[in-house]
């Protein structure tokens, strides 16, 4: 398989989910890539679960991305959700209107439909049986989730009808994908309120997308790295983020088009780049000023305050890129034709 080569279209998407995943249902999910591309992505590729050490992360499997290159994967990873009482609902490919389109993931009270997709480890095509929310703690199913026991002691174990992982096939509809169709509490799910993908997995993401061996075209469909050994440690400091590089962004098969959205992108990470490094200033700043002090009480307080700001830093752009993500997947002239409505 190669994603570069001339068998892939990539043009402009519609505007949300359902209606390029030929699925009835207006407004299924929260946000679509803005290509639409006629190469199927890859089978899943079977992998075990790194065992989760310490509670308070949830699943959250891995997928198959696509950007200029291709397909790349993203390595499924134990990560924390934005606050108490949220689960994961993954993205998913869906095929319509003679391509195959991404449904991004979000977090929210219920999980919503992900595609019918067999993600294995709990997301077995419909909900999620890797474990529930009590309060404010997270109880682990042990027959579906990999958890130490020994040190994570809110858990339970109740077998499913799906527990192993069988059928690898990546997206819905259309030649060889899933034909499941969304339930009406999945529709309430995507039209309920609900957060977008967090920091932490916006970093997994754009690390994967920088690193070859998880390109499709390289490995080929059977990455390495299927999931990440270990939850990642937040950064705790602007310093500690990787300077926000030139992106492209997806053809949509109009040069002028493609030119304005490039210019977009350009300006929004050359602002994004300009804040984290005027928070790195500041929190260097916070530090010599420490140093100085004849106490060096408050410094874990210093350092959680760095760690928050740093979090909020991530989480703010990744939200920034999304809506422009979002705002460039429209076709030419819908925002006018809204208006007049």
Known sequence: MNPSSNSILVRAACALALGCAGIAAPNLAPAQISVSITLAPPPLPVYEQPVLVQEGSLWAPGY???????????PGAWVQPPTFGLLWTPGYW????????????????????????????????????????????????????????????????????????????????????VAARPTGAELAAARAPHQPATAEQTRNRQAAMTEPAHSAAANPGSPQNVAAPRPAAPPTHAADLPAYAHQAVPSSGDAARDKANQQQQDNLREGQEKQRQALQRQQADDHARAAQATSRNGGEELERQHQAQTQALVQRHA???????????????????????
Request: hydrophobic share 25%.
């Open 64 to 74: 198959w991305d696509y950007n200029q290159g291709g397909y790349f994967w993203v």
């Open 94 to 177: 869906g095929w319509g209107n003679g391509g195959y389109a991404w449904n991004a993931g979000y977090w929210g009270p219920t999980v919503g439909f992900y595609g019918g997709i067999n993600y294995g480890y709990g997301y077995f095509g419909h909900g999620y049986e890797g474990g529930h929310w009590q309060g404010q703690r997270f109880y682990y199913n042990t027959a579906v989730s990999r958890v130490n026991v020994t040190n994570i002691h809110n858990t339970y174990a109740q077998t499913t009808v799906n527990d192993t992982q069988v059928n690898r096939v990546s997206f819905n509809g259309g030649n060889g994908g």
């Open 319 to 341: 939200n920034e890129q999304q809506s422009l993500r979002e705002s460039q997947a429209k076709k030419p002239g819908a925002e006018r034709e809204a208006g007049r409505n």
